[in-house]
């Protein structure tokens, strides 16, 4: 497993944010998590980035334990993300964005800095040229030098992609990478997602409400509800799985007997 | 949004008369011109004039600005740093010799400039606004003080401690060390604060030093208390300064009536604008590194910056460790100049204006950053005082302005215009805000900053989230 969480919860004052949660995430695996708006799902990747730290549980990835990590040791660790509402450098441009990405995997020497020997100079430069790959990558050849703000909104999307896969991450988590795009685009984000999968090598989750998304590219999903995991499966299973559909629908729409009208 | 970057039509004979002074040659010719037109001015003034004071607010200022001009002109830069060069190594120490009142504001915009220019790491390159900045300057001022003077009994002469002229250099070093240590110090527990709370504490900070320089008296004598230290060592003039002064002097065809101080004074020039220079290269050098991409970053948007994986507290203290440094080198400087210290020089208002400094010139820029120290410096203590001088020097000779029939000896002296230096510095500052927000030089990712934007999906959407920025503190989240 690349990644391991054990009964993970998280409370904020009475509420139960997440509650016991287990995920197994294989390497190489595009997965989704799924729920209904406030179940917990953007809780969850804060929980494993370090943003919030845990009440109680395990989070071990790739053999090591995350919990209590500051959030840039978790990148260190290999574990980036993007964020639901874009996050961008808004006034950096879109290469000095993604070379911010890179922190972690630099020398960053104040001396050196100073001094400027050719060695930093040559970093500069294969940060530089990594910084443009990246973009190719994502598909904004060329727009390196643009002010990342100026950029239409799928655009910026790609950047957050960009930026999160130049920390050399094995696990990338996309929060609602999708979110605001039409068909196309998603169609367009959908074989990007398969690309960093299978020509980088990073396993992916998703956080995702587009269906068609959800159902056309995860291997497994994790269904989420109240801070709870409700269920988890392949895309076949979940669409099967009353549990899911109740949640989604309301008792009545999947079927169940109501409950005493209230 | 990006229209302004398409020239405008050029419009009858503006557009081309513009073209026309873009041309190299037709500026270079301009740039002599202006720099000998104002040079000549102040090497022709007399104090005795009664027109003195105006005619050197006149002068100056645009004397003073001409290393901005020469810097933006169409010359190649050879050319340009040749000009520079000329201007501050040798027309200013020139003008200086002729009036030491010059070489003394000139070194007063050069320590500003410095100390301008290590705020400005902290608060135009990773956005964290500290209030209590001059206590890293009196960290260096008082490290060089302690050991140095000579007038007064403290701990360190009962101890002999004393140390001779020369030590200034090494005690450069050793105050950026000193203060950087207290830099970090503070830094630790405070950094975890942001915005207002942080500026709060660095203000609270600022004062505790100011304080405890004032009652470090004591009950061992460290400080010498409210009465500060006198007798400060100053480094030893080489052996050629004074019968070189005097040489130039006489050159000049003037008589310098005590060479020695002005040679001193030149000497403090010439350190104050190497360190001035060193202090532009390192903030340069800073700033166009993965150190300063990581702070704007920080600047931009803290909780993205971590979760790529820039540490925020080590990256912060290593933005308030610099900023202090440079106030460690700087305040050495200017205790050796004054050779005087005291609390008193340390005081709230001098943070607030060196953080106007950096806010009037461009936060972030370094160009705009000395321009923003010169500006506030020059107004400080040479215009507003100068106008002053004035209707002094008017009121001497029983001026009377003509058509409206005014004598200027009834110009009441509760309107001098030097005690009006905070009104008109706050208008400055009001007046700013409207009509120039990013600054005078603004740095153009400031600028961009500041124009109005209409509310992106980012913004709307931290309003959804608006607990993650308060998380990111762990002792937040464990209350939450």
Known sequence: MLLEVKKLSKSFGGIKAVRDINLNIEPNSISSIIGPNGAGKTTFFNLMTGIYKADTGEINFNGKSLLGLRPDQVTAAGVTRTFQSIRLFANMTVLENVMVGMHTRLDISLWKTLIRP??????EERVREKGRELLQFVGLAGKGDEVSRNLPYGDQRRIEIARALATDPKLILLDEPTAGMNPNESEDAMLLFRRIRDERGVTVV?????????MGISERISVLDYGEMIAEGTPEAIRANPRVVEAYLGRRAAGIEQEAAS | MMNTSIPAPTSGTNGSLRQWIRQPRIAGVFILAYLVVFATILFKLDRANTLFPLWSSLAFPPFVISPFIIFSSPLSRRIKAGLILLVVLILMPLIGIYDGGYLELSIQIAIFSALALGLNIVVGFAGLLDLGYIAFFAVGAYIWAMFSETNVTTV??????IVPGWAFYLFIPVGVFAAALVGMLLGLPVLRLRGDYLAIVTLGFGEMIRVLARNLDQPYNLTNGTQGLSGVGRPPLPGFAVPLTANI?????????NVEPVSQQLLFYFIAIILLALIIVIAQRLDNSPIGRAWTAIREDEVAAVAMGVPLVRMKLLAFASG???????GVLFAAKNSFVSPESFSLDQSISILAMVIVGGLGGIRGVILGAIVVQLLNLQILVNFSLQINALKNIDY??????????????????AKYQRLVFGLLLILMTIFRPAGLLPEPRRKMEMRGRAPEPDELARLEEPAIAAEIDPKHANEG
Do not use: C
Not at chain 1, 118 to 123: G, M
């Open chain 1, 118 to 123: 050719a060695s930093f100079q040559q970093q």
């Open chain 2, 324 to 330: 202090a440094a440079f106030a460690g080198a700087i």
């Open chain 2, 156 to 161: 360190w002469s009962v101890a002999g401690l």
């Open chain 2, 400 to 417: 009377v302005i003509p058509i409206i029939n005014f004598p200027i000896r009834n110009w009441p002296p509760q309107l001098e215009p």
């Open chain 2, 249 to 257: 002097g006489q050159a000049m065809g003037i008589q310098i009536s």
């Open chain 1, 206 to 214: 998703l956080i995702e409400h587009d269906m068609r998304v959800v």
